[in-house]
Each structure stands twice: as C-alpha cells, then as structure tokens.
C-alpha cells in the first residue's frame, strides 16, 4: 500500500511554470506506476501524464504534450510534473495516483491510490 501527498500547486499567470510534487510513503514506491490526472470544476477527471516503474517509459496527454514532463525519484519516493508554458485552460486541481503495474496507462480506473490533489489557477 501506498499513501501519496501532492504539493506546488498555486495561482500563477499564463506562460508561468510550476512544478508539482507527490510524495510517497511505504516502502515499495519503486513498484508503483505513476500518473497525474487533473479535474476542473463541473468536468471530468483528465489524464495528463504517466511514469513507468522505472521512468523508461513516459506518456504525456496530446493537450500538455511539449509543455509538460513528468518525472520520478525512487530513491526519494517522489514524483514530479514539470509544467511549462501554463494556460488558463490548465487550471484544474491535479492528483497524483499510482497502481502496482509496471505501467499505469492513462485511464484514472486503472489507478489504486490517490492523493488528496493540489489546486493550479492560471490567470490571463
């Protein structure tokens, strides 16, 4: 099992950049595929990006592709979403999950644990 804590989020201006985090606890975060998924108000639950167990294999959702990298730490039981170049259509509150596979794919159902999520505002 798994608990996992986001943090980062904030209120930035368009073509800002944040980086959020998601902290793992336990001791087989390595074992965990990644995701993030965000979910704006009144719409549903969007991937974004998947991580592999071991960060050979990465997947970005067409609308953040080029603006965003995720990223992951085993040795520090973290993950990371790199997002550059914000637009106000990025705002949303972003999750981090993970499922014990070697790969999470971009289907939120796949996904076993989640965290509380972190809330990104871009302004024009």
């Known amino acids: 099992q798994v608990q996992l804590v986001e943090s980062g989020g904030g209120l930035v201006q368009a073509g800002d950049s944040l980086t959020l985090s998601c902290v793992a606890s336990g001791r087989t975060f390595s074992t965990y595929a990644m995701g993030w998924f965000r979910q704006a108000p009144g719409k549903e639950r969007e991937f974004v990006a998947a991580i592999s167990v071991s960060a050979t294999t990465k997947y970005q959702a067409d609308l953040v592709k080029g603006r965003f990298t995720i990223s992951r730490d085993n040795a520090k039981k973290t993950a990371a979403l790199q997002m550059n170049s914000l637009k106000p259509e990025d705002t949303a509150t972003y999750y981090c999950?993970?499922?014990?596979?070697?790969?999470?794919?971009?289907?939120?159902?796949?996904?076993?644990?989640w965290g509380q999520g972190t809330q990104v505002t871009v302004s024009s």
């Open positions: 999950a993970a499922v014990a596979r070697m790969f999470g794919g971009s289907r939120w159902e796949e996904y076993d644990y």
